[in-house]
């Protein structure tokens, strides 16, 4: 039987991310790794983490999307200055921009000439990582799951659901989902889920839902969850932990 592992959140933490893979021993040609969104921002390599994403997609992984790969789509492809200056100043675009061997400076002329869309287009990595983003999956569904970023609209189903809903629901969907399939969900960090600053482990809802993303950018964890065992291996950020 196919070994399914699902990953969440992981937010330019490449090193924490190759651990865990090494870690939880993946195989591309034995496993199907799902991976739930949010590889970018805040983190030290964003850059590094998405060249990894696009290596495991090319070998059978299949992505998701997170909110933030959305909020930094936005950013880059709209041309207007607000979702720029909201991925940049609030985001961790910073960080990300960084990772790519840039500063929000390096793009304050092309603002001001109505042209950044035409300008991040003669950036070759960071134009590559946005196509990359274009071609990510919403959701996974199976017959007993189903894999998300950020979770489902209670008594809806996904496919009839808007794209930012499944990648931004929380309180609604943490409190009110009663589905008879197993939701394994990133986005909340789990010591929000816990209610509890020190708690990363992952978190098991009692209205079945189960929550992976362990707040790794924060010090906390990163998690892998296997799917249907529910085994779980984890690897530890050292830095300090931050729950901001």
């Not at 100043?89 to 790519?100: A, D, F, P, R």
């Not at 008879?180 to 889920?193: A, C, D, R, S, W």
């Not at 209610?195 to 929550?211: F, K, M, P």
């Amino acid at each position: 039987m196919t070994r399914i592992l699902a990953i969440s959140d992981i937010h330019g933490e490449l090193g924490l991310f190759q651990q865990l893979l090494v870690k939880v021993n993946y195989n591309a040609t034995q496993d199907q790794l799902f991976l739930l969104g949010d590889y970018i921002d805040r983190g030290p390599a964003s850059s590094g983490v998405l060249n990894l994403v696009a290596e495991l997609k090319a070998n059978g992984a299949r992505v998701l999307m997170g909110n933030h790969e959305a909020i930094m789509l936005a950013a880059c492809r709209s041309g207007h200055p607000k979702p720029w200056m909201h991925w940049i100043t609030v985001c961790g675009g910073v960080e990300t921009l960084t990772s790519y061997g840039y500063q929000a400076q390096d793009f304050e002329e092309a603002i001001k000439a109505n042209a950044l869309p035409a300008f991040i287009r003669t950036l070759p990595k960071l134009e590559e990582h946005l196509q990359l983003i274009e071609t990510f999956e919403t959701y996974i569904e199976l017959e007993d799951a189903i894999f998300v970023h950020g979770g489902v609209v209670p008594d809806m189903a996904p496919k009839d659901t808007e794209r930012n809903q499944l990648l931004w629901i929380r309180e609604e969907f943490h409190a009110g989902y009663r589905g008879e399939k197993t939701v394994i969900f990133g986005h909340t960090p789990t010591y929000k889920l816990y209610q509890d600053a020190t708690n990363y482990s992952v978190y098991l809802g009692e209205n079945n839902i189960i929550g992976i993303d362990g707040g790794a950018v924060f010090g906390g964890q990163l998690h892998a969850i296997e799917w249907p065992s529910r085994h779980i291996t984890s690897v530890t950020s050292e830095k300090p932990t931050s729950t901001e």
